[in-house]
């Protein structure tokens, strides 16, 4: 075979594993522009006019603002103190010295490793009983403790890249624990920060059992939950208006996520390229 | 230098996190195997019944199905990850325009809800209106599946989805892998007059093997915590084709309410972990030593 040939090959190759990977996103932004009527008939046949009505219904008439706003609450509130815990945990793992520590790093790297499911019962009865059904704080929790494990590996990871000579040398000056924490660890971990923010907000706006289960209110929902909106009893979906739904509620994490890129992309290799 | 030694401050920086990971996810652990051992149904008394939860769990047929469902959605989703990843990886590193478009585009998927993937292929694998699988074959003069009813169909049609939706994370992962290889070994091969299939097998995945164990860990635990796709999009059916360990569970523990059996099958499904990630873990050691 020629080169040329061969080159022709592997684009078209290449051309078309990018398409299986792209068609599905660039039909369901234009989908959502598309009259549900033509959706039920015809969805992926010729493009017959555009139209923003399933994006004015979504905005009009549903619940979408709700929640866009409970998920913004509650993404956020977990993801504070997700950053503010595993960092901190993750100081005390590298730097200082105590005899449990090395037990306490296993121990939450096991974390990663268990399937929610096997912690859901238990959770239901618990927060059935301290009355936190339903409530925005219970998922606020849930958020927190799994995502403690990945965050903390993320700090750990980078922690040990930090010179041992600066803490040396502020302790000499005079500095307390606290203080190589806070005026040395932290600023330095901005990049680690944001790694942490990124992963952890994609898993948590996107979460779907954890908000099934515990939270029944509308004025409560999350997105994912709330997608479910247009899916009535006897399963007939209005397809316009549940893309739009998607599209919209997808727009905040693409944004945190154009924005992060590099960080995004760098928390998922995990150093996973050491030599 | 005691400063760094100082208990009291080594409790205060891990007090909350240790608090919290332990009260959420260890604690809940170990009620569950506690409440496996009961027939609680939330409401009544709860009575002790041994292991007559786990017994009963041999004899269930639809638990049996749901078991072999799961292996076999976790060999497509695992699959479909890594071998998709790794080969849109290796493409990826021969091409040199549009790399950084692509590399994101390709995220992109794994940034959306589960929820919103699984209704887009809701309307690609529909027969009435005519969905885009069943446009494709129709192109091909083939009749329409219905992909979501048809026994053999739907527990496939419902793995890619979730495969479909993470094969970025693996191509990233694979490809920071792939060009990190020191080009100094790459250029030794080309004297050495090696071809780039050649060079893939012999050299480039050898070098990566941690990375690819590593992803492998990854892409398994992630599709053991499959649920959304097989209960948002077909709740398991038709007749718990597309039953997973994990839908099974969330019915039996909040639908019929039968607390004690629901437990037995999270445990089960707790186990099953364990045996998987260990069994990885001994074919290659991902802490950096080699297994001769």
């Known amino acids: ?275 | 230098m005691n400063t760094l030694s100082k208990k009291s401050a080594a409790f205060i920086f891990m007090a909350p996190a240790v608090l919290i990971y332990t009260v959420i996810v260890i604690l809940p652990i170990l009620i569950s195997a506690g409440f496996s051992l009961t027939n609680w149904n939330g409401l009544g008394k709860m009575e002790f019944i041994g292991l007559k939860n786990f017994q009963d769990l041999f004899h269930d047929r639809i638990l049996i199905m749901a078991l072999k469902n799961n292996l076999i959605y976790i060999l497509i989703v695992v699959g479909m990850q890594i071998i998709l990843g790794f080969v849109t990886a290796v493409l990826l590193s021969y091409v040199k325009k549009f790399r950084g478009f692509i590399q994101t585009v390709y995220f992109i998927p794994s940034t959306m809800s589960v929820i919103a993937v699984a209704q887009l292929f809701n309307c690609f694998y529909s027969v009435t209106p005519l969905g885009l699988f069943n446009k494709l074959l129709g192109m091909l003069d083939v009749e329409p599946v219905t992909f979501l009813s048809d026994f053999d169909k739907v527990l496939p049609a419902v793995s890619v989805v979730e495969g479909w939706q993470y094969v970025g994370i693996y191509m990233i992962i694979f490809y920071s892998a792939l060009i990190s290889i020191s080009p100094e070994v790459i250029e030794a091969s080309n004297i050495d007059g090696a071809n780039k299939l050649q060079q893939l097998f012999i050299i480039k995945i050898p070098m990566i093997k941690n990375v690819i164990a590593m992803n492998f860990i990854l892409s398994g635990v992630g599709a053991l915590k499959g649920f959304a796709v097989s209960y948002n999009l077909t709740s398991g059916g038709p007749s718990h084709k597309s039953e997973l360990l994990s839908t099974y569970m969330y019915k039996i523990a909040f639908t019929n309410r039968n607390l004690g059996y629901g437990s037995a099958i999270a445990i089960l499904i707790m186990l099953l972990s364990l045996i998987f990630i260990i069994s990885i873990n001994k074919t290659v050691r991902i802490d950096g030593t080699e297994d001769s």
Not at chain 1, 163 to 168: D, F, H, N, Y
Not at chain 1, 225 to 239: A, C, H, K, N, P
Request: hydrophobic share 50%; with cysteine.
């Open chain 1, 1 to 275: 075979m020629s080169r040329g040939i061969k080159k022709i090959c592997f684009w078209v190759v290449v051309a078309l594993i990018f398409a299986i990977q792209i068609y599905p996103i660039v039909w369901l932004i234009i989908a959502s522009f598309r009259t549900n009527s033509e959706l039920a008939t015809n969805p992926f046949g010729s493009l017959q006019h555009l139209t923003i009505e399933n994006y004015v219904d979504v905005i009009q008439n549903s619940n979408v603002f709700i929640y866009l706003k409970n998920s913004a609450f509650v993404t956020c509130v977990a993801l504070i103190f997700v950053v503010m815990f595993s960092s901190m945990a993750a100081f005390a793992i590298s730097r200082i010295r105590f005899k449990t520590k090395n037990l306490l790093f296993a121990y939450f790297i096991m974390g990663l490793t268990i399937p929610p499911f096997v912690t859901l019962i238990p959770l239901y009865v618990m927060f059935s009983k301290m009355g936190l059904l339903d409530t925005h704080i219970a998922l606020i929790l849930l958020y927190i403790a799994f995502n403690l494990s990945i965050s903390i590996l993320l700090f750990v990871n980078f922690y040990k890249y930090i010179p041992e000579e600066l803490s040396e040398a502020a302790i000499l000056d005079g500095c307390s624990v606290y203080g190589i924490y806070f005026r040395i660890f932290v600023p330095l971990s901005k990049n680690t920060i944001l790694t942490v923010l990124s992963m952890s907000f994609i898993g948590v706006w996107n979460d779907y059992l954890f908000s099934l289960l515990f939270i029944n209110s509308t004025s409560l929902k999350t997105v994912s939950l709330g997608m479910q909106d247009f899916i009535s009893e006897t399963g007939y979906r209005v397809w316009g208006s549940t893309f739009a739904t998607i599209c919209i509620t997808t727009v905040p994490t693409l944004i945190i996520y154009f924005a992060l890129n590099k960080k995004v992309s760098s928390g998922m290799t995990l150093g996973a390229t050491k030599g």
